[in-house]
Nanobody, 137 residues
Framework: QVHVVESGGGLVQPGGSLRLSCVTS????????IGWFRQAPGEEREGIAC????????YYSDSVTGRFTVSRDNAENTVYLQMDSLKPEDTAVYYC??????????????????????????????WGKGTQVTVSS
């Protein structure tokens, strides 16, 4: 059964760093992607980064480009979201989600870049429960 669990959230000062983990189980990451999302109180869920397991491609939203980095640990079946230069507006609950993409090679890069950051691209049951990140002095 496909399962993802986020961890690593916490309280950090502006300018600081955190590394979130998305631990996966029940599937082979080589055939799936991982999307990172966040949701602040009263806001819609925002897609901020994607990792495509089939080729290792990563994509970022404009709001985090240059500050956040996605990486993979094969041995641990884990995808990380390294967050640097954090700002108070990064405060949110952070989620990871996954989708089988090995049969979706027909998407253009432009289309996939948008799809992978769309919450509706992921089945409801393929989300983690989230981890809180608070950036405050």
């Amino acid at each position: 059964q496909v399962h993802v669990v986020e961890s690593g959230g916490g309280l950090v000062q502006p300018g600081g760093s955190l590394r979130l983990s998305c631990v996966t189980s029940g599937f082979k990451l080589d055939y799936y992607n991982i999307g990172w999302f966040r949701q602040a109180p009263g806001e819609e869920r925002e897609g901020i980064a994607c990792f495509r397991g089939t080729d290792g491609s990563t994509y970022y939203s404009d709001s985090v480009t240059g500050r956040f980095t996605v990486s993979r640990d094969n041995a641990e079946n884990t995808v990380y979201l390294q967050m640097d230069s954090l700002k108070p507006e990064d405060t949110a609950v952070y989620y990871c989600a996954t989708r089988y993409v090995a049969s979706e090679g027909f998407w253009s890069e432009t289309t996939y870049r948008g799809l992978c950051k769309n919450p509706n691209y992921y089945a409801t049951e393929n989300w983690g429960k989230g981890t809180q990140v608070t950036v405050s002095s």
